[in-house]
């Protein structure tokens, strides 16, 4: 159907064991063109695994994680080309501290996707614009607030123009008065339409600007619902407990 929204990811009964211990036990989810997908969920519950797993810097124990319907483990020979359709984003921001703000943004860009010095230095340009950083492009990350490096390295995620970007807890690291800095260029992007799927404990912008929720308990998808369902009626009793735990005022 012409409105139907392109699949872009899918996760199919993802298993990851560490040791003897089942971490992940059997998650499926799909994940379409436009959907800002937010996994919430306990303190050890299985969500940074879960994100890991996705993007292969864990190797799953079993199931299927397909890109655009292809099973990516048999049609990437070359893992880095598929985290350029499949982004990430750090909690601890990962960026190569020798390098600049703008070499940050131009290194993958060259290395992995070969393009030249000034298309990538075009990019890196556009995407630094993009998140109020363009005038830090000498800067190197340790002359950064926690928050500004965070502001980099979307804007290094998004100059591979990623199809999906993996955000595992990005504003956690951040002090306090950095959050919301974090937290609205990620809004906008949502607003842009960007595919996204955001490991977060901020639950108000899980709430308001998610399309889905998914509640991830003991390795398990515990609920997975739109955000006006499951936080002002979660059907899970520990989805509910889970929630009471914040302050998300009056529904
Ligand atoms: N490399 C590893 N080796 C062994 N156990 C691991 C490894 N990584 C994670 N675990 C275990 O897997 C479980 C899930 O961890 P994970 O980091 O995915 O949780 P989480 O939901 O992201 O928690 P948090 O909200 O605290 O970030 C934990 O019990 C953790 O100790
Ligand atoms: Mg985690």
Known sequence: MADEKELLLSVQDLKKQFGEREILKGI???VKKG????IIGPSGSGKSTLIRCVNFLEQPTGGVIAYRG?????????????RTKVGMVFQQFNLFNNMTVLENCMVGQVKVLGKDKDTAHSTAMKYLEHVGMASYINAKPHQLSGGQKQRVAIARALALEPEVLLMDEPTSALDPEMVGEVLAVMKELADEGLTMVIVTHEMAF???????VIFIDQGVIAEESSPEEIFSAPKNQRTKDFLSRFNLGKQ
Request: charged share 25%; aromatic share 12%; with cysteine.
């Open 28 to 30: 499926s989810f799909d």
């Open 35 to 38: 959907d800002v997908v937010c």
């Open 70 to 82: 292809q099973n990516v483990l048999e049609s990437f020979k070359n893992l880095a080309l598929y």
């Open 206 to 212: 899980a709430r308001d600007v998610s399309s889905r």
